[in-house]
């Protein structure tokens, strides 16, 4: 449920817009043997400044200090540097995949295949808009609201998902995802989300703020750019009538705070029921083309939004529709297409959405593609070449390290009531951990790819997609599935399959090196692994049980203590003041507060068990818990554009990572490795210091 921000392009992107995601990313190629060092570096710090004053920036005052936020980027860092060295790597292997001789049905041979479709821009040029040619004649055809519930159908992907990789955001009217059953994990089912807005959010076409007023006048610019470019007449009147429909879906569309309110979300209802609980939309022809009607009973994640989007697919007229539709079938495929569409997809979802200068470079957009689109099959590849056993057996290891670790913290709490440590206790032994990648690979047999039709391998490939979704309906769940590309920095807590995926992306330098010392894995990777898990067993975590299931095992009263334990830190980070005007939100920030602060103290736990007695090896003049505590502030090196940390600290649910380092003024072992004393900016009495876990 909680992607941590290690990795901030990811963060910030709109994930169901391709080019969003692109669009952060730096342009330039960077020598990458020179980046991401090891965890631990000592010319990172500056020694002018006192540990206990600014534990950050005496970690990484001189790296700070000789760095250049690359142009193209908003911030820069430890995360920035990994992600750009994947990158580097990742095309080594797709443009070896493409050159290849490969057979054309092997899966190198069709992610060789997808690349070189991808990377031929003169082909994308030369065709036009004659790749497009099918699906506007589909729409053109539509000549009733039955027809148009039949095209709802045909066009529903499963491009949405409510709690792992959480997305929201589809421009298809609804978007499907099938996860387990909330109250019956064992199986797995269909959800319906809201859907049918082109730009990421409800508040993007009803918010009266300045700056959103801005963007919806560019947006309602760039659908009739769209038009334009498409060769169809009456740009602007359509382009009108697009905006008002999308505007109209965003009053009945749900706010992403009740997106997330997961007990509102479990709604079965009976497919026969659909039209009494949702009337308008033809939902009997809806769920024959999409692939649903065989299914006894479909979740409304969105009941009232649902309800809210049926009625206007009856009251809207069919030709606001079909130009709904047009715009999105084009805009969706334009950055596939040739340079003006491009540019213009750019232009606005880069440039205005994301305020990204810099178009990336057209292989790093290929990526992107690829890792929307084959991800598991690139990740595969990456694996292969990137990610060794004994990485995997060390991680593996590091991870049951950290996990009974956590149970002994349970055991030790003196608040919380037998019954509840007796579930959250049932609660870890349960929890599966993917390693590095999936334990099993998908199948990629059944998707056709071509070396000379981008547009064709992209549609093919979302519509296999939700063919491979489907097929898992009514079948058990695989508590092992992944929703995360294994080649990417970051991880996840997957709630309803009581799982974790720590990527192959992040088990590397500077996180983790299964050579390095274990101090430093344990401070970095080990943090971020202890982060996840602690996920498991928090205000939200409380609402599942051992099994996935939406069950809530915490009694009343150790929900309360949690929550009081939790206004101390809130005050803690309400405490720092990145601009004199602004401070960190401690209320806004608390759940990954917290989950930082458990997720250190059990990988503390974990590392000094590993010493089994013994004191730990000094390397590079550190003591043991100087190694841990500083390689802890060097993996949130990270140095912001002002404007951008000021977007974090009003939207972000984490404290940006400058403060996300100081956590550490909470450990006992902190003021004793670094001699902190009161008087020290950073220092808190033996009582000040927060102990949730
Ligand atoms: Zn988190």
Request: hydrophobic share 45%; proline share 6%.
């Amino acid at each position: 449920m909680h992607v941590p921000s290690r990795f901030l392009p990811l963060a910030l992107g709109f994930a169901a817009v391709t080019v969003a995601r692109a669009a952060p990313e730096a342009s330039s190629l960077r020598a990458p043997t020179s980046l991401a060092p090891s965890g631990l570096e000592a010319a990172f710090i500056d020694r002018s400044v006192r540990p206990g004053d600014d534990f950050f920036r005496y970690a990484n005052g001189a790296w700070l200090g000789g760095t250049e936020i690359p142009p193209d980027r908003s911030a820069w860092g430890a995360s920035g540097e990994l992600d750009e060295r994947l990158r580097v790597q990742t095309r080594e292997i797709l443009e070896a995949a493409a050159l290849s001789k490969a057979a054309a049905g092997s899966l190198e041979g069709k992610v060789g295949d997808f690349y070189a479709a991808a990377m031929d821009e003169a082909a994308a040029q030369s065709k036009g808009i004659a790749p497009l040619k099918p699906a506007l004649s589909r729409i053109t055809a539509l000549k009733t609201k039955a027809d148009l519930a039949t095209y709802l159908g045909e066009e529903l992907r499963a491009d949405v998902d409510a709690m792992d990789c959480t997305s929201f955001q589809t421009s298809r009217l609804f978007g499907l995802w099938v996860a387990p059953q909330l109250d019956a994990p064992t199986r797995n089912v269909p959800y319906l989300l809201q859907g049918g807005l082109g730009m990421p959010d409800r508040e993007y076409y009803l918010s009266t703020a300045p700056a959103m007023v801005e963007t919806r006048d560019k947006y309602r610019a760039h659908v009739e750019t769209i038009f334009k470019l498409a060769g169809i007449k009456d740009a602007a009147k359509r382009a009108a009538r697009v905006v008002d429909l999308e505007t109209k879906m965003a009053r009945v569309h749900a706010t992403r705070q009740e997106s997330l309110e997961v007990k509102d979300a479990n709604n079965p209802w009976p497919t026969a029921e659909w039209t009494k609980q949702a009337p308008g939309l033809d939902w009997t022809r809806f769920f024959r083309a999409s692939g649903l009607a065989e299914q006894p009973v479909v979740f409304a994640w969105h009941p009232k939004a649902t309800a809210g989007l049926s009625a206007l697919v009856a009251h809207e007229p069919l030709d606001a529709w079909k130009d709904w539709a047009t715009f999105h079938v084009v805009d969706r495929r334009s950055p596939f297409l040739g340079k003006a569409f491009q540019d213009e997809a750019f232009a606005f979802y880069g440039r205005v959405l994301s305020g990204t200068a810099e178009q990336a470079a057209r292989w790093k957009r290929a990526q992107t593609w690829m890792d929307d689109f084959m991800g598991e099959a690139v990740g595969r590849l990456f694996v292969e070449r990137h990610f060794t056993p004994a990485a995997k057996a060390k991680a593996s290891e590091m991870v049951k390290a950290i996990t009974a670790a956590f149970v002994r913290r349970i055991d030790a709490l003196d608040w919380m009531a037998p019954s509840t440590k007796a579930e959250a206790k049932a609660k870890v032994k349960a929890l599966y951990v993917g390693v590095g990648y999936p334990d099993r690979w998908q199948d990629w047999s059944g998707l056709e790819v071509r070396r000379d039709d981008l547009v064709g391998n992209v549609d093919r490939a979302s519509l296999f997609h939700r063919q491979q979704e489907l097929a898992k309906l009514g079948k058990p769940v695989d508590r092992t599935a992944w929703c995360m590309n294994p080649h990417i920095v970051n991880a996840v807590n997957l709630p309803a399959r009581n799982a974790l995926s720590i990527p192959a992306g992040i088990l590397q330098l500077p996180y983790f090196d299964p050579d390095g010392p274990a101090a430093v894995n344990y401070a970095s990777i080990g943090g971020t692994i202890g982060h996840e898990v602690s996920h498991s067993f928090d205000d939200q975590g409380a609402l599942f049980d051992s099994t996935g299931k939406l069950r809530n095992w915490w009694t009343k009263e150790d929900l309360a203590h949690f929550q009081a334990s939790g206004t101390e830190l809130a005050k803690q980070f309400d405490g720092y003041r990145p601009f004199p005007d602004l401070h960190i939100n401690g209320k806004q920030t608390l759940s990954e507060n917290i989950a930082d602060l458990a997720g250190l103290a059990a990988a503390h736990d974990a590392w000094i068990g590993t010493l089994g007695g013994a004191p730990a090896p000094v390397v590079k003049g550190f003591s043991g818990e100087q190694q841990f505590f500083l390689a802890y502030a060097q993996s949130w090196r990270t140095k912001f554009r002002d404007p951008l940390m000021r977007q974090l600290v009003v939207t972000d649910g984490h404290a940006p990572d400058p403060y996300r380092a100081q956590t550490v003024r909470n450990f006992d072992a902190w003021y004793a490795a670094f001699e902190v004393k009161p008087g020290e900016t950073l220092y808190l009495g033996a009582k000040e210091r927060v102990r949730v876990w």
